[in-house]
């Protein structure tokens, strides 16, 4: 008998940390990409929305810079926050709900790898969603920026990815599996208004303008229209800080609904 030796020295064979890291990352993006409501709601949504209500109106201004350059920003910021907040919040509660997260924690994979894979996932079709939006509005938009400014644009709307994951991973922990994009949609769509990611904030009612600087969306979309020199009110810094502050409470949250959560099935 010929015997053919697939084990290391050792007699067991070696993981490598890098590919289970990546492999979880890649059939994440798969998974939700596949799924048609995810891939119409979060990616096609604010590219719709900025051709009809962002290019449509090209010509005027907005906060000192033409309409489709603001809108560009704010629309960037909604498409961006939809993206992590439904990545990982319905995803996560739509887990809990079919056992998947109980074999995931007693598979040899490591813990954090399922969450670097949605991070990973949340930042990919944002990164979609914006070239989407940056090539309508380079092209039927007319969009004119440095290149400096469109980089630093595509790179802070990136970074605000993470925010916005940190809460959709609190509301994916909090929520059922069946209210998950019920409850998400009743909070994102209202919120994301009122601050202004669809209509200038400043044509906004007075009231709604009040109440815009409690939301993170606000924060977030001020520090992308800054990038394109339209940031209406408040410094940069300070709106860094918002988020800063918002992201802590979110990962809170989520760490103490993951610890309420262990062993916990739904039926």
Do not use: C
Not at 31 to 36: M, V
Not at 130 to 151: D, H, K, N, Y
Not at 213 to 237: K, R, W
Request: hydrophobic share 55%.
């Amino acid at each position: 008998l010929t015997v053919t030796r697939t084990t290391t020295g050792t007699g067991t064979p070696r993981s490598n940390p890098a590919r289970i890291y990546v492999t979880e990352a890649r059939h994440e993006f798969l998974k939700l990409i596949r799924i048609p409501i995810f891939a119409v709601s979060t990616i096609a949504l604010p590219v719709m929305l900025y051709l009809l209500f962002g290019i449509a109106f090209a010509g005027g201004e907005a906060g000192g810079v033409g309409v489709t350059t603001y809108m560009l920003a704010t629309y960037g910021t909604f498409g961006v926050i939809g993206a992590a907040l439904f990545g990982f919040g319905v995803s996560v509660a739509m887990e809990r709900g079919q056992g998947w997260m109980r074999l995931k924690h007693v598979s040899p994979m490591p813990p954090q790898a399922y969450f670097v894979a949605k991070v990973v996932m949340s930042t990919t079709v944002s990164a979609l969603i914006i070239g989407a939006l940056f090539l309508l509005g380079a092209t039927l938009g007319g969009v004119r920026m440095p290149a400096e400014q469109w980089i630093g644009l595509g790179l802070l709307l990136l970074l605000g990815a993470l925010p916005f994951s940190a809460m959709g991973l609190a509301f994916g922990y909090l929520v059922g599996p069946n209210s998950a994009p019920a409850m998400l949609n009743l909070i994102y769509l209202p919120m994301a208004f009122a601050s202004g990611l669809w209509i200038p904030i400043h044509q906004l009612p007075a009231f709604v303008q009040g109440i815009a600087p409690a939301l993170p969306p606000y924060h977030f979309a001020q520090l992308a229209l800054g990038t394109v020199g339209a940031a209406e009110s408040g410094s940069q810094a300070l709106h860094a800080i918002v988020l800063l502050a918002f992201t802590a409470f979110f990962l809170a949250v989520a760490a103490w609904g993951f610890r309420r959560d262990e062993g916990r099935t739904y039926g």
